[in-house]
């Protein structure tokens, strides 16, 4: 899959503009309020149907009318498609090959990948920061994992709120062991494809990290629950744990122990990221994450992804540059920058207040 070209009517701070993409690398660069943001967001919207930014799409139509227009040529599987976005108060219309359609059918879904500079919060972040990135990760790439996700938050969900109108009481109401037992079957399931995912994604993502930083990338799941082998097995340690707790959890209305609570702990060297890693290698290690994330969806979708990277080259210097181009070699790739890099092989777009003009002509 591949973006031929697309345009912006109204769209954020672009009047009326456009591009028409090459086939590998297209460097976006231009000072920073110049739009380079918004253009990946464009691009985001005509590959999946939606914004990589917020869910109030509405804020995208810019000041010249009440609604943002875009308008797309992919290529998917050899073919020319036409992907269109409308935007109103009202809510947005999608068009393929101008018929209406709906967010599903766009070509791009899950054929994305995606840095923003608030992917760092995988590292600096907090816990449910790390669990959210993971969860959304391995939703796409493991099968069966959204639905145990599902599962599992459900349980927990009516777990909590048996627990909470109970608050303070001495004894369990009768129907806590019903979602007790729910809720560790979930957890063991959910347990099994999380390792699963970790195993599919760890090495790649070492792989990838390794010439980046010259370092060793390991991740770690910090459970609050022992693990077995055995998904079973698994499910009597949780059940073991939250009885173990039942006393606590009464108290605090609340459950306090599984994959809700637990950590992915990412380690270079066998120290903790988060503390002893620079900035530049923690950026690294998101980056390893996401184009480990890029090969295994390759290998799934038999097709090409394309990479949306977002102010990537901060805090690289430039031989980590140099190993990052390399790393997405191949794959159609939009780079949004403030400086232009000395590149041979791609396609430069300069944006500057809400104009695109493509190196080596006057824009689109
Ligand atoms: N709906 C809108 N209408 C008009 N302008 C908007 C709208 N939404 C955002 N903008 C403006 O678009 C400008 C460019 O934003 P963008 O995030 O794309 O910048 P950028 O080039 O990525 O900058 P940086 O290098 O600082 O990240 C901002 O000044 C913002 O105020």
């Excluded at 059918?105 to 840095?115: E, K, Q, S």
């Excluded at 996700?149 to 627990?163: K, V």
């Amino acid at each position: 899959m591949r973006v031929k070209e697309i345009r912006l009517v109204n769209f954020r701070n672009y009047a009326a503009a456009g591009l028409e993409a090459g086939p590998g690398r297209n460097i976006i660069y231009g000072d920073n309020g110049a739009g380079k943001t918004n253009l990946l967001e464009a691009l985001h919207f005509c590959l999946s149907g939606s914004s990589c930014r917020t869910l109030r799409e509405e804020e995208a139509i810019g000041p010249a009318g009440d609604r943002a227009l875009l308008h797309a040529v992919l290529t998917v599987r050899e073919l020319d498609v036409e992907t269109g976005v409308e935007i109103t108060a009202a809510g947005k219309r999608l068009t393929l090959n101008g018929r209406e359609t709906a967010r599903e059918a766009f070509p791009g879904r899950g054929g994305i990948v995606l840095f923003t500079p608030e992917d760092l919060l995988v590292v600096t972040g907090s816990p449910a920061e790390r669990r959210r990135f993971f969860d959304r990760l391995f939703s796409t790439l493991i099968p069966g994992y959204r639905g145990a996700l599902r599962a599992y938050q459900r349980a927990l969900e009516q777990r909590n709120t048996l627990l909470r109108t109970c608050r303070g009481a001495v004894e369990p109401p009768t129907d806590l062991a019903v979602w007790t037992e729910a809720l560790a079957a979930a957890a063991s399931s959910l347990y099994h494809l999380r390792l699963k995912g970790l195993a599919l994604l760890t090495p790649g993502a070492a792989k990838v990290f390794r010439p980046l930083t010259g370092k060793r990338l390991a991740i770690r799941y910090a459970s609050t629950v022992p693990l077995r082998e055995d998904e079973a097995a698994t499910k009597e340690q949780v059940l073991s744990a939250l009885a173990a707790l039942r006393t606590d959890e009464l108290r605090h209305g609340q459950t306090l122990v599984g994959p809700a609570r637990d950590d992915f702990i990412l380690l270079v060297e066998g120290k903790q990221l988060r503390s002893h890693g620079s900035r530049g290698e923690q950026r690294a290690a998101v980056l390893a994450l996401k184009i480990a994330e890029a090969e295994l969806l390759e290998k799934q979708r038999g097709e090409g992804v394309i990479y949306l990277l977002d102010d990537v080259f901060s805090e690289l210097d430039g031989k980590r540059r140099l190993a990052l181009l390399a790393a997405t070699e191949g794959r159609q790739t939009f780079i949004t920058t403030t400086c232009k890099p000395a590149l041979k092989e791609a396609a430069f777009f300069r944006v500057e207040n809400g104009t695109i003009t493509a190196e080596g002509d006057a824009g689109v």
